[in-house]
């Protein structure tokens, strides 16, 4: 699949198409088209996005926070039950040890360990999202004994705030 690195390809082959058709674009007009095929305001835009990617010959990926856990039970109701993610994978070194697992909904990808090392209990971390409404209404929906999470009109945006079963905080933030 082609990305915005393959913009000038993209221009070529419309171009060519087009010309099939009787059409004639001058390559800038075709460079302006895909610039705005990818939501950007012009070939201007698109050229410098393409020019810092190809700077960097690395990149950053959204981070998986470990978070520490204590009763297995507990967090698949938690994270697998009220906030509806799924279990990706799970990792115990042999029967009867502690659990490592990821769990996620969407881009979010969180690391579960009941390992007394992985992680503090009583974490704190943001979840920047869009549709933060929308979220808090579905968690309420599902009428959790333990969690009835509001919303909270803050100076940097919309929040709102869970807390799992070990007193870790997210807090999904819409700014």
Same mark, same amino acid.
């Given at each position: 699949m082609r $990305?915005? %690195?393959?913009?000038k390809?993209?221009?070529?082959?419309?171009r060519e198409? *087009?010309a $099939?058709?009787?059409? $004639?674009?001058?390559?800038?007009?075709a460079l302006? @088209?895909v610039a705005?095929?990818?939501?950007?305001?012009?070939?201007?835009? *698109?050229?410098?996005?393409?020019?810092?990617?190809?700077v960097?010959?690395w990149?950053f990926?959204? !981070?998986?926070? @470990? @978070?520490?856990?204590f009763?297995?039970a507990?967090?698949?109701?938690f994270?697998?039950?009220?906030?509806g993610m $799924?279990?990706?994978?799970?990792h115990?070194?042999?029967l009867?040890m !502690? %659990?490592y697992?990821q769990?996620?909904?969407g881009? %979010?990808? *969180?690391?579960l360990?009941?390992h007394?090392?992985d992680?503090?209990?009583g974490?704190?971390?943001l979840?920047?999202?869009?549709?933060v409404?929308?979220w808090?209404k579905?968690?309420?929906?599902k009428?959790?004994k333990?969690?009835? !999470?509001? %919303?909270q009109?803050q100076?940097?945006?919309?929040e709102?705030?869970? @807390?799992?079963?070990?007193g870790?905080?997210?807090?999904?933030?819409?700014v």
């Amino acid at each position: 699949m082609r $990305t915005f %690195l393959n913009a000038k390809a993209m221009a070529k082959a419309m171009r060519e198409q *087009l010309a $099939t058709r009787g059409v $004639t674009i001058q390559h800038a007009e075709a460079l302006e @088209i895909v610039a705005k095929q990818f939501g950007l305001e012009s070939w201007n835009v *698109l050229s410098a996005k393409i020019g810092e990617a190809e700077v960097a010959p690395w990149r950053f990926e959204p !981070p998986a926070p @470990i @978070i520490r856990i204590f009763d297995e039970a507990r967090a698949r109701d938690f994270y697998l039950g009220f906030l509806g993610m $799924t279990l990706d994978w799970e990792h115990r070194f042999e029967l009867g040890m !502690p %659990l490592y697992c990821q769990v996620s909904r969407g881009a %979010l990808k *969180l690391h579960l360990s009941e390992h007394s090392g992985d992680a503090s209990p009583g974490a704190n971390m943001l979840v920047y999202m869009t549709g933060v409404e929308a979220w808090q209404k579905e968690l309420v929906g599902k009428n959790y004994k333990y969690n009835r !999470p509001g %919303l909270q009109r803050q100076d940097w945006g919309l929040e709102c705030e869970v @807390i799992d079963p070990f007193g870790n905080r997210i807090r999904f933030l819409e700014v």
